[in-house]
């Protein structure tokens, strides 16, 4: 299987700059922990995020979480739920160079880890559509289109649909990376009510030309029959 280098820097309340940097498989999602490097900030060995900074706080990410080839999704877990979805870049393009640093607020704990799914090809048609809702809940749903077809996206963890997820909450803040985009209706994810409209979009941008970043536009309320879907047109 193929392996790929993923990195970021951050900064913690502390003033202090944190590299991070791993080799991981492809199409398995891993962890990235700090580089070693010390002179990168990274410490003196790999280590879990939540172990080196166990109490300080995450106040931005300088780098956002970039891979070589690409980067599907990346978010800080914490007792295996998805604490913070983390906007990704890839370094195919240079992106690394032209990418905007973003805010983050979270304090560290023991046990917290940043968890990343690389995949092999810069052209692969994964899609992950992440979101954060009024109550403080982060989440991510992604698929794989195949042909011309409705996909719905699935929660990474429960593969449960939009709806089950997040019945009676409110999406404040939205983001969604496909290099895939160009074949989906309206070149967004589009978020279905429970008679089939769309009542909330949110862009999928290829991280390959353009920085993923969150946004407030599109956003919409959530029901138990909701869907989170791309409409593929090949």
């Known amino acids: 299987m193929t392996t790929q280098a993923v990195s970021a820097q951050l900064m913690l309340n502390t003033g202090e700059s944190v590299n991070l940097l791993s ?21 003196v060995s790999a280590q879990s995020i939540g172990v ?109 649909s939009i709806g089950s997820s997040l019945q009676g909450q409110q999406i404040v803040s939205h983001f969604s990376n496909s290099s895939d985009a160009g074949k989906y209706r309206g070149g967004s994810i589009l978020v279905l009510n429970d008679r089939g409209l769309p009542v909330g979009s949110s862009i999928a941008i290829n991280q390959n030309n353009l920085q993923v970043e969150p946004s407030m536009m599109g956003t919409c309320g959530i029901g138990l029959n909701f869907q989170a879907v791309c409409i593929t047109t090949s």
């Open 23 to 43: 080799t991981l498989t492809d199409g398995t999602e891993g962890e990235l922990k700090t580089s070693g490097i010390v002179s990168a900030g990274g410490g």
């Open 52 to 160: 080196f900074a166990e109490g300080k706080a995450i106040t931005s990410f300088i780098q956002p979480v970039t891979a070589a080839t690409k980067c599907v999704y990346a978010f800080i877990s914490r007792r295996g739920e998805i604490l913070k979805v983390l906007p990704v870049a890839t370094n195919a393009t240079n992106s690394a160079v032209y990418s905007k640093p973003y805010p983050c607020n979270v304090v560290l704990q023991a046990g917290d880890t940043i968890r990343v799914l690389t995949i092999a090809s810069a052209t692969a048609r994964n899609c992950a559509y992440n979101v954060v809702t009024n109550r403080g809940v982060n989440a991510i749903f992604a698929v794989t289109p195949t042909g011309a077809a409705t996909n719905e996206l699935t929660h990474i963890l429960t593969g449960q």
